[in-house]
């Protein structure tokens, strides 16, 4: 306790500074118990997606060669896109917007700009936005659980406004109620895996928050190829059936235990000693629970979180609270999943080009994810992080060379490059699964030291679904600008966020979860702001 004062009121305190020395005093093993706890809470990744791949149609219709667009539109069954590709509900609920759509004569780039629709599936992200920041209080005084569950329950009710909407306030009601669950269980479940997990398998067991949400980017879509079908209330079903991971999780989260860190934050350290006994398989647990027990004790003389990350000791902790979840939103790879699909149909695979497009990205995204898990807590984060960038950003001035001399305003890709660019987004893929993908929330979710963590956790969430908000407003402007640029665009972001990883990022591989904060005091950059 006493070195978590000093560093408290801003001393120069290093005796003992980040070494792994204290993680080989943490007893235990993984126990059953707490991979089934890992595996529930983490499902709430499925559903929190879910609903974010409602328009990916739309960007597919940009790209659509024009011979082509007719095709696309008389016969949308065959598209792989959300609930706003589905010509019965753009006829309800968007008219104007299914004329213009039967109608989209532009060239390859700037086919289907409708800012309307756009503000309408973004409005989820603001929604989720405000209820991240309302969940951190939520989270820090009644547990990660009582979020995830009220996420859970938020969730259910959005599917079932959607679902059974008959005017536009209860579809838009529906989408709030989506971005409030969206909001706590972004906040509450990477939380709950980082502090569930052993400090030496932290990193793979908090990936399966990514790993869920790759398996729901999947399944969301295959649901979608499959409701589309279904006249006239195939959108309906798609819609409700975001219901069922969302059930899924609310009642598992019923029977969840909160973690450890919680309880003994909130005064229940007898129950948290025996929760942590019974998730690390021994009673050997002394290091550990006197590691919380000082992070509670100084926690709870904090009484306003937002206001104290604030300070000068906890710069690096705010700096990537902001930059991590922007940095993981800018490495383009809604734009490289959303130009998919025409290079298949270019390949000739005609109406099945996007049921493929998406099977594949799709698959390869969720596998490379084990990827990460079965590295991660060996590698490192940043060695994911920085090899990731650099395979990212040379596959992003590939697809942008290949497109910008190869594919016109008028003109389509041959076979053979459309081949080669296959392999190159999969390429990007395969690195975004491995790297910014489950790292942008596996990172922040285990930095904060316990006092500011539910604070902290709110602000990664809300910057995330800020700049999600921002590209999904802003895409197609930039690309009917930019056209092929688009990908040049993301290429110097990813070499900035590189650059960024490298020089300041230290490695948190092996450090307790209650221990990271004095990791700052080492590093080459931040020890001048942490100990000035």
Not at 61 to 82: D, K, Q, R, Y
Not at 251 to 275: A, W
Not at 298 to 313: D, Q, T, V
Request: glycine residues 10%.
């Amino acid at each position: 306790m006493e070195r978590r004062i000093q560093e408290m009121a801003g001393g120069s305190f290093t005796t003992g500074a980040v070494t792994k020395e204290r993680a080989q005093q943490y007893k235990g093993r993984v126990t059953p118990y707490v991979i089934v706890a890992c595996i529930v809470a983490a499902t709430g990744g499925s559903f929190t997606i879910r609903t974010l791949n409602d328009n990916s149609d739309e960007f597919w219709l940009l790209f659509m060669p024009n011979s082509a667009v007719n095709t696309c539109c008389e016969e949308n069954s065959n598209n792989i896109g959300g609930v706003t590709s589905m010509d019965d509900f753009l006829k309800e609920f968007f008219p104007a917007v299914y004329r213009q759509k039967l109608h989209a004569h532009e060239n390859n780039y700037c086919k289907y700009d409708n800012q309307g629709l756009a503000a309408f599936t973004s409005s989820l992200y603001i929604a989720g936005l405000i209820a991240s920041l309302m969940a951190s209080p939520v989270t820090r005084k009644y547990g990660r659980r009582a979020s995830i569950i009220g996420g859970g329950i938020s969730f259910l009710i959005g599917s079932a406004l959607n679902a059974s909407a008959v005017n536009l306030i209860m579809l838009i009601l529906g989408r709030v109620m989506l971005g409030v669950g969206i909001g706590f269980g972004n906040q509450a479940i990477p939380l709950y895996l980082s502090e569930m997990a052993p400090t030496h398998l932290r990193g793979g067991l908090n990936m399966l928050f990514q790993v869920a949400t790759t398996l729901g980017i999947f399944t969301a879509n295959m649901v979608n190829y499959g409701t589309q079908k279904i006249k006239p209330w195939g959108w309906r079903l798609s819609l409700g059936l975001a219901a069922v991971p969302a059930l899924l999780m609310t009642v598992g989260g019923i029977f969840l235990p909160d973690t450890p860190n919680s309880l003994v934050e909130r005064g229940l350290k007898e129950k948290g000693r025996k929760l942590l006994e019974k998730i690390r398989g021994t009673n050997e647990v002394d290091a550990e629970f006197q590691d919380m027990v000082d992070a509670s004790e100084l926690a709870n003389s904090i009484k306003h979180p937002f206001r104290n990350i604030l300070e000068r000791r906890y710069r690096p902790e705010l700096v990537m609270a902001i930059f991590m979840p922007t940095f993981q939103i800018l490495t383009g790879i809604n734009s490289i999943l959303f130009y998919a699909p025409v290079l298949f149909q270019s390949m000739g695979f005609g109406g099945d080009a996007s049921l493929i497009s998406s099977a594949l990205t799709g698959g390869v995204l969720a596998g490379s994810t084990f990827i990460s898990i079965a590295t991660v807590d060996k590698l490192g984060r940043r060695v994911l992080l920085i090899s990731g960038g650099a395979q990212m950003i040379i596959c992003q001035v590939i697809v942008a060379i290949i497109l910008g001399v190869k594919f016109g305003a008028e003109q389509e890709l041959s076979k053979g490059f459309s081949i080669l660019v296959v392999v190159v987004i999969c390429l990007f893929v395969v690195a975004f699964g491995w790297s910014w993908g489950p790292l942008g929330w596996t990172v922040p979710s285990e930095i904060f030291p316990l006092e500011i963590r539910s604070a902290g956790q709110g602000i990664t969430v809300a910057v995330n679904l800020l700049f999600t908000f921002i590209i999904a407003q802003a895409f197609l402007a930039l690309l009917c600008s930019f056209k092929f640029g688009i990908f040049l665009f993301f290429a110097g972001w990813i070499t900035i966020m590189t650059i960024f990883v490298y020089l300041f990022l230290p490695e948190t591989k092996g450090i307790p979860i209650e221990e990271m904060s004095f990791m700052w005091r080492k590093h080459w950059f931040w020890k001048r702001i942490c100990l000035n």
